[in-house]
């Protein structure tokens, strides 16, 4: 087992929790067990586990960056991960209004009903 996947399996336990990680590699197919091994070695190893960066602002970044490009189910993961990781509704709603501006307001609209829904649901 490498490094990076030993660090990832790690940031992935403690970001989602153990039951969902190992959801994730439940799959019989070997193609999904190699994909999820990647994911899990390439984008919590290396990245997610590095230091230097901590995770409240690695979410920030991930939800402009996702939202940016239209993956509206991953940004809502995202937003979920970014209140598991400290932001409050104030500083996510000012990222929703700078990736109006930069990103554009369909898209801006897109990540408010997003926010604005998983913030309900947290109230609720």
């Known amino acids: ?7 990832g399996l790690s940031v992935r336990n403690t970001l ?14 070997p193609l999904t067990q190699e ?11 290396s990245l997610w586990g590095r230091e ?25 993961t995202h937003v979920r991960l970014a209140i598991r990781n400290g932001c409050d509704k ?12 930069y990103c554009g307001v369909p898209t801006g609209v897109e990540a408010f009903r997003t926010v604005q829904r998983i913030l309900q649901e947290s109230a609720g």
């Open 1 to 7: 087992m490498s490094e990076d996947f030993s660090t």
């Open 16 to 29: 989602f929790g153990e039951e969902r990680t190992r959801q994730a590699f439940t799959a019989d197919d």
């Open 35 to 45: 994909f999820q091994t990647l994911i899990t070695a390439y984008c919590f190893g």
């Open 52 to 76: 230097g960066v901590v995770w409240r602002d690695r979410s920030l970044m991930t939800m402009c960056i996702v939202a940016a490009q239209h993956r509206f189910s991953e940004f809502e």
């Open 90 to 101: 104030e500083l996510i709603t000012e990222v929703v209004r700078h990736l109006t501006v």
